[in-house]
T-cell receptor
């Protein structure tokens, strides 16, 4: 398995602004997943994008995938204080285990 | 569905003691994963099981750590003897065959004094 590298490591924005997080990885993937972790809690799956997809939406979340650049981005629109959390990407190579990078710590100021 | 259940939620023990963490995966899921999270090392995969069989334990730190999955609804992670550097949050996750999404439990916060 391989892990993704999230960028930036930390992001602070005002409520209502958009938040963009990026993920880079190194080898071919079957899909890429994004997870959120609130402080003191387990990870929660947000969205999965397959290698043959370029963009996917879920509510206020928009994920893009560029397999030629081996990168993905997560956009949260109209952020809320409740979006404050760490966000992790997990490139999936087809094996059963995901590995995670250090994540992006998002702080949304009310 | 109750989700992945972990126990205990918090554990404080003294160095040298045995620690056993427990996990009940989501019913019907056939893959189970143990992770450890610390500030210094982030979220590390320790071991994962498929159909109760350990598939990859390369992340297990050392012989003091062992994991078992005696049946499809229960797994344990044991540390014997425990050391202060084992202090971390330990997460269990499960997924179902044909789906790649992993569902995480709430974690066990372990403090070894």
């Amino acid at each position: 398995s391989q892990q993704g590298e999230e960028d930036p490591q930390a992001l602070s924005i005002q409520e209502g602004e958009n938040a963009t997080m990026n993920c880079s990885y190194k080898t071919s993937i079957n899909n890429l997943q994004w997870y959120r972790q609130n402080s003191g809690r387990g990870l929660v799956h947000l969205i999965l994008i397959r290698s043959n997809e370029r963009e996917k939406h879920s509510g206020r979340l928009r994920v893009t995938l560029d397999t030629s650049k081996k990168s993905s981005s997560l956009l949260i629109t109209a952020s809320r204080a409740a979006d404050t959390a760490s966000y992790f990407c997990a490139p999936h190579t087809g094996r059963r285990a995901l590995t995670f990078g250090s994540g992006t710590r998002l702080q949304v100021q009310p | 569905d109750a989700g992945v259940i972990q126990s205990p939620r918090h554990e404080v023990t003294e160095m040298g003691q045995e620690v056993t963490l427990r996990c009940k995966p989501i019913s019907g899921h056939n893959s189970l994963f143990w992770y450890r999270q610390t500030m210094m090392r982030g979220l590390e995969l320790l071991i994962y099981f498929n159909n109760n069989v350990p598939i990859d334990d390369s992340g297990m730190p050392e012989d003091r750590f062992s994991a078992k999955m005696p049946n499809a609804s229960f797994s344990t992670l044991k540390i014997q003897p425990s050391e202060p550097r084992d202090s971390a949050v330990y997460f269990c996750a499960s997924s179902s065959s044909g789906q790649e999404t992993q569902y995480f439990g709430p974690g066990t916060r372990l403090l070894v004094l």
